[in-house]
């Protein structure tokens, strides 16, 4: 258990609905970074907050948005939803923000289905 | 930008042999590199890591990786593999930015090891 949550661990629902993933980092750590794992575009990095403000960014698409609350928890929310943003969502968590002493904790990860 | 390709998507091997999983990378700044392991229906576990000093990292449940700069690799090693060893693995690359970091994956080695 590396004491970083996700909920909920499974999500079905419709192409162009709209849904929030939430995670919990481990206790002190105060960034979270978000990735996608898919079958054809394997594991990509998405986004990283520390602290409650932006940090990092990948490809993330204009559809998806996320945020760090003071709390330090973090909710990915993915909108418009297509067949192909079907995946495995995972949220990691470190101490800081860029030092390299810093290792990424990683949830179970949110199922995601579109159908 | 940084990228990681690992060489093989599948490696079978049987129980007790030896074992390595291939990764290189590409990078004209400084490097650290990460083996991480996913056990199925679970998040990734960090298996060792590479940020300076010995070229020879030892890691967790017996593995070990060697950092070659003269030929951008980062391979993975076990010098005897159990059927418990069974799980992706995934080499990363931490790329740090202005004000935050990244992981960047390969597309990762199934490893199989059978009776």
């Known amino acids: 258990d590396s004491g970083v949550t996700q909920t909920p661990k499974h999500l079905i629902t419709a192409t162009g609905q709209r849904v929030t993933l939430r995670c919990s980092p481990r206790?002190?750590?105060?960034?979270v970074y978000w990735y996608q794992q898919s079958l054809d575009q394997g594991l990509q990095f998405l986004i990283q907050?520390?602290?409650?403000?932006?940090?990092a960014k990948g490809n993330i698409l204009e559809r998806f948005s996320a945020q760090q609350f003071p709390d330090l928890h973090s909710e990915l929310n993915l909108s418009s939803l297509e067949l192909g943003d079907s995946a495995l969502y995972f949220c990691?968590?470190?101490?800081?923000?860029?030092?390299?002493?810093?290792?990424?904790?990683f949830g179970p990860g949110t199922r995601l289905t579109v159908l | 930008a940084q990228s990681v390709t690992q060489l093989d998507s599948q490696v079978p091997v049987f129980e007790e042999a030896p074992v390595e999983l291939r990764c290189n990378y590409s990078?004209?700044?400084?490097?650290?590199l990460f083996w991480y392991v996913q056990y199925p229906n679970q998040g990734l576990q960090l298996l060792l890591k590479?940020?300076?000093?010995?070229?020879l990292v030892k890691g967790i449940n017996g593995f070990e990786a060697e950092f070659n700069k003269s030929q951008t690799s980062f391979h993975l090693r076990k010098p005897s593999v159990h059927i418990s060893d069974t799980a992706e693995y995934f080499c990363?690359?931490?790329?740090?930015?202005?004000?935050?970091?990244?992981?960047?994956f390969g597309e990762g080695t199934q490893l199989t090891v059978n009776p």
């Open positions: 907050y520390y602290n409650g403000e932006e940090r």
């Open positions: 990363a690359a931490l790329t740090k930015e202005t004000s935050g970091s990244r992981l960047t």
């Open positions: 990078s004209s700044v400084s490097v650290y």
């Open positions: 206790s002190g750590d105060l960034s």
């Open positions: 990691a968590s470190s101490l800081t923000s860029g030092g390299v002493h810093n290792e990424q904790f």
């Open positions: 590479y940020l300076s000093g010995s070229t």
